[in-house]
């Protein structure tokens, strides 16, 4: 029998709770994830015991989510999750369940949970408990709801961007079943909170197949959460920059950079503003101007609908407003443009955004546009092995050396600084004391 090796502080809740007289197993992503040779996240439990006689059992807990049955169990500092067998009550809109019953039986627990992938306990005393057939489904690689696909989207609409985040994670495919009902139930996921709803597209940009996005919007997700992404779809761009539509080449783009929430949102956003701008010249070329700065105000308008946090929202915000930015090749232009765009980490950010959207343009512009990248980012390195000056911070003088050298409190100190700053990023060897402070006399009866 094909085993699973759960680790030690897992097993030992596992050990705790049957000496006690009680079912326990780990179930759901981490048995899937074993069977995968994938290593898991986290080790989820599942148990007969009830949430006050998992508490007497161990001395560290955390009621997490005591209410749907859920208690955290510390062990030195790591955290696990164990859940009473519970079946769902009714779903309130496709929101949550209005209220959870606890069971005593291991099944029903198996058959609340969405796919039969995840629909799994193990035990080393029970070995696999899979009653709705996930090994096999994992086998042949498919998404396959517990149950009847429609019923089980009815209960949770989340489940169908669960489907998508699923197959893009794993390269699995839905069965017609899932995907039809999808397509039929779509609509219905207007109701879910704009919490649950990031926390999954996050989840599917960050998979090793973000370009899998298609999938959302082939099964008519996308027109719900993200109508802005339809609309790129069919944006043509009939130039010698392209080789697809707007919405393919976002699709490659995204899947040019690496698995980071900020770049792949960035992506995903970053010419979403081109139908606005859209124009045709004479000679039948499409031209987008000004788009950036579109695409960064739907950006905005998406992350806030969706609920995503401001520092996060700021970045991709930043990032997309600067793509289309071309520093000219010479150490002023990129440490004025590092200094713009917000410092040496969002600079490399840029960086990468920009490689990545190069690689998805025309073939026959590839070449030369990489080459000039990489000449960017030779003068990068440069600046940085220089340790130049590329921000206020970093200024050889402060406002307070500039007031004990004489000059009045006020907003002409925070001018003067800006304009040492100016002077610097052109010559950073200017970069000294005394020098900035002379400057400064100079700039006094501005
Ligand atoms: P990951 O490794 O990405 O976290 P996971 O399978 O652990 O994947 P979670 O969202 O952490 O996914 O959920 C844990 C388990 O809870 C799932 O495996 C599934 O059995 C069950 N589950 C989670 N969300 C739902 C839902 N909306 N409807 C039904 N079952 C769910
Ligand atoms: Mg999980």
Redesign the pocket.
């Known amino acids: 029998m094909a085993m699973i090796e759960i680790p030690q502080k897992a097993e030992q809740i596992l050990r705790v709770l049957h000496e006690n007289g009680y079912e326990a197993y780990v ?4 048995v ?2 074993s069977l995968l040779g994938r290593t ?3 080790w ?1 439990i599942t148990t007969s015991a009830s949430p006050a006689q998992v508490k007497q059992l161990f001395s560290r807990t955390i009621d997490t989510g005591i209410r749907h049955g859920t208690v955290t169990v510390v062990l030195d500092r790591e955290r696990f999750e164990v859940t009473t067998y519970r079946i ?1 009550g009714e779903y309130e809109d496709g929101r949550h369940p209005k209220q959870v019953t606890f069971t005593s039986s291991l099944e029903e627990d ?1 058959k ?4 039969t ?3 799994m306990a193990y035990s080393d005393e029970s070995g696999f408990v899979d009653l709705f057939g996930g090994r096999k489904d994992l086998q042949d690689q498919v998404i396959r709801c ?1 149950g009847h696909s429609a019923e ?1 989207f009815r ?2 609409a ?2 169908m961007l ?1 489907a998508v ?2 197959a893009a ?1 794993l390269g699995f495919r839905l069965t017609d079943s899932v995907r039809g009902s999808i397509y039929e139930l779509a609509y219905t996921l207007k109701q879910v909170s704009a919490e ?1 709803i990031q926390a999954e597209l996050v ?1 599917l940009l960050i998979s090793p197949r973000p370009h899998w996005f298609r999938l959302a919007y082939e099964c008519g997700i996308t027109a719900v959460v993200m109508p802005e992404f339809d609309r790129i779809m069919t944006q043509r761009q009939n130039n010698p920059h392209h080789a697809y539509s707007t919405g393919e080449h976002t699709l490659v783009a995204m899947q040019n950079i690496p698995a980071d929430k900020v770049l792949r949102l960035t992506m995903l956003f970053h010419d979403m503003g081109k139908p606005e701008v859209f124009e045709t010249d004479e000679a039948g070329i499409d031209h987008f101007h000004g788009h950036a700065a579109h695409s960064e105000g739907i950006a905005r308008q998406i992350m806030k609908r969706l609920k995503f946090d401001n520092a996060t929202t700021e970045t991709v915000c930043t990032l997309v407003r600067n793509h289309s930015r071309y520093p000219k090749l010479n150490a002023y232009s990129v440490r004025l443009t590092a200094y713009e765009i917000g410092g040496p980490q969002l600079f490399e950010q840029f960086l990468q955004v920009k490689r990545s959207d190069v690689l998805a343009q025309h073939p026959d512009v590839i070449g030369a546009k990489l080459d000039y990248l990489k000449e960017v980012e030779h003068i990068w390195q440069d600046v940085k092995l220089h340790g130049d000056c590329l921000s206020l911070k970093e200024l050889a003088v402060s406002g307070s050396d500039l007031i004990a050298d004489g000059r009045k409190p006020g907003p002409q100190i925070g001018e003067t600084l800006h304009l040492l700053l100016m002077e610097v990023l052109e010559f950073p060897e200017r970069n000294r004391k005394e020098y900035l402070l002379e400057r400064s006399r100079e700039m006094r009866f501005m």
């Open positions: 179930v759901g992503g981490c899937r994830d898991p996240e986290d989820d769902d198996l609340r949970r969405d796919f992938i995840n629909a517990v089980r209960e949770d989340l489940r669960r985040r699923f994670q649950r989840r």
